[in-house]
């Protein structure tokens, strides 16, 4: 059984540019959450996703960010007009339970985007 | 909401020897979960140790054990008999409702 794949692991976007993240969770996973990493700092929670429904985007900011998860293929965060301050390591988890029973999310290698 | 502190940024252990990572966290909720999870320089997050809230008993993971102190909201790691492959970053984690919370991490280096 795969782990939950990421790509890319490595992108490099100008200011202005859309950077586009890629998660495929585990097999029979239904639930996909993102979150990033500033350097030096732990990770913060960013948008939760089941299929074809966001379930709770609080930790998303609310102008250039957008996530989705299609019926098929990987859930896709989507960074509009990159700002220097986007610079990080974005991860996606995956889970095959909802967060109210409590399970561990499994993590994928992260995508680290760096804005020139 | 939810507040995972970990007051250790940097750690160090001689090669087998024990280490104890701190970890305090701060929730309202009665149903929840408390994870460790390890970053080595690849970035990959592992899951070491989970624990369930209601369970009194720590949990115990071959050389990963916790002291998990629930009316002081205390989280602690030990790892025993250290090698060399478990420097990393470690994250604190809790998880109610839709989101996981971490801790700032320990960065963990081992001596040989």
């Known amino acids: 059984n795969a782990g939950v794949m990421q790509n890319p692991r490595h992108l490099v976007r100008r200011r202005g540019q859309e950077a586009r993240l890629r998660c495929s969770p585990m097999?029979?996973?239904?639930?996909v959450y993102w979150y990033r990493q500033l350097p030096e700092e732990g990770l913060k929670f960013m948008v939760y996703?089941?299929?074809?429904?966001?379930?709770?985007e609080s930790g998303m900011p609310k102008e250039r960010f957008s996530a989705e998860f299609p019926k098929e293929g990987p859930s896709i965060l989507r960074i509009q007009q990159v700002v220097r301050g986007d610079s990080a390591a974005y991860f996606c988890?995956?889970?095959?339970?909802?967060?109210?029973?409590?399970?561990?999310?499994?993590f994928g290698p992260g995508t680290r985007l760096t804005v020139t | 909401a939810q507040t995972v502190t970990q007051s250790q940024p940097e750690m160090s252990v001689q090669e087998a020897e024990t280490v104890t990572l701190s970890c305090t966290y701060d929730?309202?909720?009665?149903?929840?979960?408390l994870f460790w999870y390890k970053q080595p320089p690849s970035r990959q997050m592992i899951l070491v140790i989970r624990?369930?809230?209601?369970?009194?008993q720590n949990a115990t993971e071959n050389r990963f054990s916790v002291n998990f102190q629930k009316a002081a909201k205390s989280f602690s790691l030990k790892i025993s008999d250290s090698q060399l492959g478990d420097a990393a970053m470690y994250f604190c984690?809790?998880?109610?409702?839709?989101?996981?919370?971490f801790g700032t991490g320990t960065s963990l280096t081992v001596i040989p």
């Open positions: 988890a995956s889970s095959p339970f909802s967060p109210r029973q409590r399970y561990e999310q499994y």
């Open positions: 097999k029979g996973h239904s639930h």
């Open positions: 984690a809790s998880n109610t409702g839709n989101q996981f919370y």
């Open positions: 996703l089941q299929k074809e429904n966001i379930i709770d």
């Open positions: 929730t309202s909720e009665s149903d929840y979960y």
């Open positions: 624990q369930e809230a209601y369970k009194q």
